[in-house]
């Protein structure tokens, strides 16, 4: 069951705001999150949306981008301007309209992810649960102390970069870009943290070559990356073993 802890020090359940005017699929996220722990509200319009986010947080945003009266794609645009909004909720885009014109739209917003309609309950519950996994380590990670941060970034990131080094791999192998772009934008806070700063533009470029569904571009960008990885000083050991 996700926790949220506060800065109070104090855990919370983590909530789910639904965007989504379809009954259908209000149904489908209710089945999705059985038994996750995961507390769901449900609005049909942004303006409920954004008097629900100014009574309680959030971490989880799952909106629609077909709304009636203001679109979610809209919102979406202007969400972190609206009040109740914080650097740690994590947007999902769930709609049938993801052309690749709406997608960089999004991805200029900085929305998260991107799920296609019609949607499996055993997809949307991966995405969700990914989600709430997402806003945990973000959380933990605004609330330690800078000294204890600069210490753990070193060695606690690069060990991160490692467990997911082989799933990257994979995806690169099987020309898997939408599961590269998204492991881009998990790595990108954590190569910051570590204060590489051409290891985060490599990263950037292979998560921009992925979402364009450039093959050859994505593969110049991780081979780069690759190299960066392997040449930082006190590598984890088994990093890159399987390269």
Same mark, same amino acid.
């Given at each position: 069951?996700?926790?949220?802890? *506060?800065?109070?020090? =104090?855990?919370?359940?983590?909530?789910?705001?639904?965007?989504?005017?379809?009954?259908?699929?209000?149904?489908?996220?209710?089945?999705?999150?059985?038994?996750?722990?995961?507390?769901?509200?449900?609005?049909?319009?942004? =303006?409920?949306? *954004?008097?629900?986010?100014?009574?309680?947080?959030?971490?989880?945003?799952?909106?629609?981008?077909?709304?009636?009266?203001?679109?979610?794609?809209?919102?979406?645009?202007?969400?972190? #301007?609206?009040?109740?909004?914080?650097? %740690? +909720?994590?947007?999902?885009?769930?709609?049938?309209?993801?052309?690749?014109?709406?997608?960089?739209?999004?991805?200029?917003?900085?929305?998260?992810?991107?799920?296609?309609?019609?949607?499996?309950?055993?997809?949307?519950?991966?995405?969700?649960?990914?989600?709430?996994? @997402?806003?945990?380590?973000?959380?933990?990670?605004?609330?330690?102390?800078?000294?204890?941060?600069?210490? +753990?970034?070193?060695?606690?990131?690069?060990?991160?970069?490692?467990?997911?080094?082989?799933?990257?791999?994979?995806?690169?192998?099987?020309?898997?870009?939408?599961?590269?772009?998204?492991?881009?934008?998990? @790595?990108?806070?954590?190569?910051? =943290?570590?204060?590489?700063?051409?290891?985060? %533009?490599?990263?950037?470029?292979?998560?921009?070559? =992925?979402?364009?569904?450039?093959?050859?571009?994505?593969?110049?960008?991780?081979?780069?990356?690759?190299?960066?990885?392997?040449? +930082?000083?006190?590598?984890?050991? #088994?990093?890159? *073993?399987?390269?």
């Amino acid at each position: 069951m996700p926790k949220i802890s *506060e800065q109070s020090g =104090a855990a919370r359940p983590c909530r789910l705001l639904l965007l989504e005017d379809e009954e259908l699929v209000e149904c489908l996220v209710h089945f999705a999150l059985q038994d996750t722990g995961i507390q769901l509200v449900h609005c049909r319009s942004v =303006a409920e949306a *954004e008097r629900a986010m100014a009574a309680r947080p959030f971490d989880i945003l799952l909106a629609d981008l077909h709304l009636p009266g203001e679109s979610g794609l809209s919102f979406l645009g202007r969400l972190p #301007g609206v009040p109740g909004w914080r650097p %740690s +909720m994590h947007t999902i885009a769930f709609s049938s309209g993801l052309t690749a014109i709406v997608r960089s739209e999004l991805e200029s917003a900085g929305v998260h992810t991107m799920l296609e309609k019609p949607a499996s309950v055993a997809a949307l519950r991966a995405c969700l649960s990914e989600a709430a996994g @997402w806003v945990s380590a973000q959380e933990a990670h605004a609330r330690a102390p800078a000294v204890s941060r600069n210490r +753990m970034d070193r060695a606690h990131c690069l060990q991160s970069l490692d467990s997911d080094l082989p799933l990257l791999q994979e995806a690169m192998e099987q020309s898997d870009l939408t599961s590269t772009a998204r492991l881009m934008r998990d @790595w990108m806070p954590i190569l910051d =943290a570590i204060g590489d700063a051409d290891a985060v %533009s490599d990263a950037h470029s292979l998560e921009l070559a =992925a979402m364009s569904g450039d093959s050859f571009a994505a593969q110049s960008a991780w081979t780069a990356l690759h190299l960066r990885i392997l040449g +930082m000083a006190t590598v984890p050991a #088994g990093i890159g *073993e399987s390269a």
